[in-house]
């Protein structure tokens, strides 16, 4: 019966698409990275990932142009990802010492929160300047990295630390990552922030449900550092839950849009936009 609901909720549009527009942070961070593409005219892009992700980002960044590639370090999204792209999808190792792609291959290379999941987080910055073409772009996102925000004393408080979320550390905050990317010979020359408190701290409520109830209690094998539902099996285990949040998505929303009062205040996510 549960199945047959989440079966009718996403017979019009793939679920990972209907997920997409229930989402907050996720629409923020496309929208964010819309502003700094621009441009893809006859170019060569590969967005790399790290779990977290079901396709949907890729599926709107695809929208905006380009010829893309795609990978992604956390091989449990793969089949879900390559079902809605119809393309495929490369698995990342994170112990090897390289991508799997030529040397000035792309024009743009975006990685979506990927570097705190990482021992090596130089290492992968050092890769995607290779695989850049001369004069290419590198844009990278992550969590910011400073402890002392408000939001992120609420997480470690109630324990959604950032093992919960398999990271490896906090994140960059935009200084940090701007120096990550200096020292693979990088210029960085733009960034920008988005998910500010009241985001962030609707964002936790979801995901600290999910991880401490829901995850518990679903039959689709939920694995360590996986805060949302990432795969179809996983949705439907916790349909009815995801069918109550979605009738009371408006009021998140609204309320995710006190965040315009924080006109001076940097987001919990970074991206900067950097060239070879």
Not at 149 to 166: E, S, W
Not at 190 to 197: A, D
Request: glycine share 6%.
């Amino acid at each position: 019966m549960q199945h047959s609901r989440i079966e009718r909720m996403t017979r019009r549009r793939p679920w990972q698409l209907r997920m997409f527009d229930k989402s907050l942070k996720k629409k923020l961070k496309a929208r964010a990275l819309q502003k700094h593409i621009g441009n893809l005219q006859n170019s060569e892009c590969l967005l790399i990932t790290c779990g977290d992700n079901n396709g949907a980002t890729n599926h709107y960044l695809r929208q905006l142009g380009g010829n893309w590639t795609w990978g992604d370090f956390d091989g449990k999204c793969i089949p879900e990802m390559e079902l809605l792209l119809e393309d495929t999808v490369h698995r990342l190792d994170d112990t090897a010492s390289y991508l799997p792609f030529g040397d000035q291959k792309f024009d743009l290379v975006v990685s979506i929160d990927v570097h705190e999941h990482l021992q090596d987080p130089a290492q992968l910055t050092r890769d995607l300047y290779r695989i850049l073409k001369s004069g290419g772009r590198a844009i990278v996102t992550t969590p910011n990295g400073n402890e002392r925000k408000l939001a992120v004393r609420i997480k470690h408080f109630i324990g959604m630390t950032p093992d919960r979320y398999g990271h490896r550390r906090l994140g960059f905050d935009i200084p940090d990552l701007e120096a990550l990317l200096t020292s693979a010979s990088f210029t960085p020359y733009s960034s920008s922030s988005y998910s500010k408190f009241f985001t962030e701290i609707l964002e936790l409520l979801i995901n600290s449900v999910y991880v401490k109830l829901l995850a518990k209690r679903s039959s689709a094998k939920v694995e360590q550092g996986t805060i949302a539902p990432v795969t179809r099996n996983q949705l439907n285990s916790v349909g009815t839950s995801y069918k109550i949040y979605s009738l009371a998505y408006p009021l998140f929303w609204a309320i995710s849009q006190l965040d315009r009062l924080l006109v001076f205040s940097r987001g919990y996510a970074v991206i900067v936009e950097a060239r070879r």
